[in-house]
Nanobody
Framework: QVQLQESGPGLVKPSQTLSLTCTVS??????????WGWIRRPPGKGLEWMGA???????DVTPFFKSRSSIFWDTSKNQFSLELSSVTPEDTAVYYC??????????WGQGTLVAVSS
């Protein structure tokens, strides 16, 4: 059974870069047919899909985040990461990583709260 765990700082200052890592266990992130995504939930709002990296290493970030976000991986550590630059307090959210299967998101990390504040 695949498991995902987010890690990263809980507090980031405005204008800095938010960096999160998702460590995957129970299966390789290069497994055929899967992608690995990042989702966030700001306080009082719904889930926001940010983007994903697929089993061949191709990443796709949604237009809303594209100008200041990147998703990449380290296959030697079975990890994938999110970087979000020029953060503002509006980027305060619980950030989740998840596995993307053909029928949807079938495994989630527990989520990590990141606050953007000076």
């Amino acid at each position: 059974q695949v498991q995902l765990q987010e890690s990263g700082p809980g507090l980031v200052k405005p204008s800095q870069t938010l960096s999160l890592t998702c460590t995957v266990s129970g299966g390789p992130i290069t497994a055929n047919g899967y992608a690995w995504g990042w989702i966030r939930r700001p306080p009082g709002k719904g889930l926001e899909w940010m983007g994903a990296i697929n089993y061949s290493g191709a990443s796709d970030v949604t237009p809303f985040f594209k100008s200041r976000s990147s998703i990449f991986w380290d296959t030697s550590k079975n990890q994938f990461s999110l970087e979000l630059s020029s953060v503002t307090p509006e980027d305060t959210a619980v950030y989740y990583c998840a596995r993307v299967a053909s029928d949807g998101l079938d495994a989630w990390g527990q989520g990590t709260l990141v606050a953007v504040s000076s």
